[in-house]
């Protein structure tokens, strides 16, 4: 509960600071149940009460764009596509599935390892700014937003080395 507690008020803390001040942040703490680090990787987006948001420990891999919803009604889990471009590199798409992620906001999250490591690679050399767009399976429904990529390679490095990825 307390560690819930933490992780909400950090992740209000980053969506609540001025675009102005748009970065990238990594908070890392000892991971009882993997016997080793699990960190959170934030970065603000264009959306006023967004960010993306990679989690890991030294098993697991994930990253969700998460946007602020303190309604109360349940969500049952939708395929998306979460989408991102980092410079001029190439697009990439990710199977992803949108649901509550705690009692105060929502996520689109993807659990596909090897693709998140392109992009963790590609964010470790940002030199302008990261696009990212979440879309239905069918197309039909979709949002983009932009994040500045200041602090990504000092808060990529901090990500991997507590979980121990190799890019």
Not at 30 to 50: H, I, Q, R, T
Not at 108 to 125: F, H, P, R
């Amino acid at each position: 509960m307390g560690n819930n507690i933490i992780k909400i008020t950090f992740v209000a803390a980053v969506l609540a600071s001025p675009i102005a001040h748009a970065q990238w942040v990594t908070n890392t703490e000892d991971d009882l149940f993997s016997g080793g680090k699990k960190a959170m990787m934030l970065g603000e987006v264009s959306s006023d009460n967004g960010a993306i948001v990679f989690d890991c420990t030294k098993e697991k891999l994930s990253a969700a764009y998460v946007e602020m919803d303190k309604s109360t009604e349940s969500l049952s889990e939708v395929p998306m596509d979460l989408i991102m471009k980092v410079d001029g590199n190439t697009t990439v798409k990710l199977d992803a599935t949108l649901s509550r992620r705690n009692v105060q906001s929502l996520q689109i999250q993807s659990d596909d390892a090897d693709q998140l490591k392109t992009v963790l690679k590609q964010l470790q050399g940002a030199k302008s700014k990261v696009l990212v767009g979440v879309q239905t399976k069918d197309g039909g429904n979709q949002h983009s937003m932009s994040a500045n990529v200041s602090g990504s390679t000092t808060a990529v490095n901090s990500f991997i080395k507590a979980c121990e990825i190799s890019l």
